[in-house]
Each structure stands twice: as C-alpha cells, then as structure tokens.
C-alpha cells in the first residue's frame, strides 16, 4: 500500500486538508484527513510536501502531441505523445481523429483501437504515462459551411451503414463522435451511435435552432469547441449555439487558449453552462510541446508560429496544453483553483461515461496530479505510479 500526503487535496468537489490518500494495486482505498486516520502499518509514504493533490486531467479532444499525429503514428509515437501529456497533468485522454478519406480514417481507428487497453492491467503495463480510453471521431460527418480545416473533399453525409463501418474498424472503441445535426441522415445516425454508448457532439455546424433541438431528441448531449466551427449566435436567430448555451441537457467544451476564444467569451461560456456542464479541452495537434514550425493535422499541413495553427488561412488545433487552460480559465474569467480543476478533471469524466477517472475517492484509480501552488505541474501519477516528468511550460 502506497500513503500519499501532501498539504492539500481536491476530490475535486471537496477540499481536504493535510490529506492523507491511500493507494493499493492502482486504485484508491481511502481519501480523508490525516487528523482523522493514522498512516496504516507497513505503508510506504510518498510525501509531496506544500502540494496540492487533484484527479488527474481528462482530454477528450485531441490530435497529437511532440511531433506526432495520433492518425499517422505507431506505436512509439504514441508513447511519445502520452509521456507529454502526462508532463501535463494528463492521465486519461481520447486520440481524435480528423476528416481523411474513408479508407484512411478506417486504417487509423484500428490502429487507434490496438492501442487502447481495456482493463487495469493491460494500463498498467504501458508504463507512467497518459492512457487512451476511447476514441473521438471528429468527422467525417461535418457541415462543409463550417468545416474549418477538415478537407472538403472527404466530408460525407451522415448514414448508419458508413458510421457502422468506422464503429468496426474501432472495433467498438469510438466513445465520443462530433456531428453537424443539420445535415441529411445526421438524426439516425445520433440515435444509432447513442444506443452504442457513444457520447454524441454537436460541432462543425451551421445547424438553426430546430436541427439542434432535433439531435438532443435524438441523443445528443455534447457540444464540441463551443464558437469555434459554429453558426455564430444571432438574437432573432439564435441558432445551435442558442440551443447549447441554454439547454441543460447539453454539457460542451472550449479551447481555452486565448486564442480561439476571447476572454470575455470564456467567462460567458462558464455563466451559461455553469460548473456542471462546462469542460476543458485542449484539441492539441502534434506540434505542441514543439518549436514553431511545420506540422501534419491529418492529412494536410499546418503551419505554428507563436501558439497559433494556422492552415489555409483558418486555424487549426492548438499547441495548448489543459494544464495552462486551467490556469488561463483560472485568469480569464476570474475562476478559483478548486472549480478550474473540476473542468479537466470530473466533468469531462462524467461526458465520457468514465466513472473511475476524474475524481480522488475510494474505488477510483488513482491517476493525479500534483500541483505546486501557481498551479504549475510538479509530478503525475498513472495507476498509483509516479510520473517523474514535470512541465516547464
């Protein structure tokens, strides 16, 4: 049994003080006050001083990282990436895919499928770094009008025969999957991946307010980088950012980088869908943790100078990590430490269906971060095991 303490925890609803966490075969056994329970005999004790403890973070929007297209690499690639995530306080994350040609996209989510382990053990033999759960299809089923950088060419109507073919190719591993609900075929299609357990996504859309309400019907109950690739909000004709912003059934997530949103719009997304339903992503592309430079987002090239991805003109993905989002969260709309932590770790947990991620308390596995009082990472913990890597960024 490993008893970990440090000066303070997040579960993260709660906030306990002089924390002592108790951690056997990579799940927690116990999470209270060192004042209310003694270090139990024959524990070794990992001590993290004036740290602070909290779930570790749970992407569910991303491409790449260190060099590598999670579509394009094998399997050493994929350790690269997830050794930078875990750098940044990430220890559960969902590969996403971007749109291709069918047959690329097939090749990709089985390669993608291969390398998501479906029990502790199988986790535990990757090593101290992040770990892929599921995956994110993020097209091909996008409006061409906001399309953003996914090659019109390979964008196709939505049918239950091509989603059933990429739902095989994955071998049953797509857990989240972006859509357009205004598009012909979209609503069987929602309905479909929504009684296989997929975590519908509004996104890449142009969608009015009716197809939106339409695909909540249907099964819908995600938004993805909310403003971003959407039909702007117009006050006669409010549209699906209408319907997303308002709706309670709906959780949704930004990039909140700075870049992609400003400031004041982050504070009103976090208003408007409150600390329920808001969430961090970070839809990080394999340039971050890179130099500027070139870099592959699928099949096309993106171009990064000074944090910004830009291809054709349009942007691209981020080189953000959701380490500096909860910071810049915590900066950009006045957000508190403890309520920032909440939209990385236990609500993008709960949109994915992750009932063991995202939280610090008994039955949980024990994936953490540890934060240093400016919120910077100092170590991560995947599976009771500690990462020694520690972000400088």
Known sequence: MIAYTADCLYTPLERIEQPLLLVEDGVIVEAVSRAARAVPKGARVVDFGDALLAPGFVDLHIHGGAGYDVMQTDESGMAAIEQLLARHGVTTYFPTTVTAPLDQICAAL??????????????????????????????????????????PENLVLPSVQTFDRLWQAARGRIRVMTIAPELEGAQEVIAAATARGVCVSLGHSDGDLESARAAVTSGARHATHVF???????????????????????????????????????????????????????????????????????????????GKCMADGKLAGSVLTLDRAVRNVMQFA?????????LATLNPARVTGLKQCGRLEAGAQADMVVLGPNSEVRNTIVGGEVCQAVSKN
């Open 334 to 342: 006045d957000c508190d430490m403890q309520s920032a932590l909440r």
């Open 110 to 151: 089985e390669r993608l499928a291969s390398a998501i382990k479906l029990t502790a053990q199988e986790a535990s033999s990757r090593g101290r770094r992040a770990q892929p759960v599921g995956i994110h299809l993020e097209g091909p089923f996008l409006s061409h009008a906001r399309r953003g950088v996914h090659p």
């Open 228 to 306: 971003n690739a959407m039909r702007p909000l117009h006050h006669r004709e409010p549209g699906i950012l209408g319907q997303v912003l308002t709706d309670p059934r709906i959780s949704a997530d930004i990039i909140a980088d700075g870049i992609h949103l400003d400031p004041t719009i982050v504070k009103l997304f976090l208003k408007a869908k409150g600390p329920d339903a808001a969430v961090l992503i970070s839809d990080a592309i394999s340039a971050t943790g890179m130099p500027d430079g070139r870099y592959r987002l699928g099949t096309f090239d993106v171009d990064v100078q000074d």
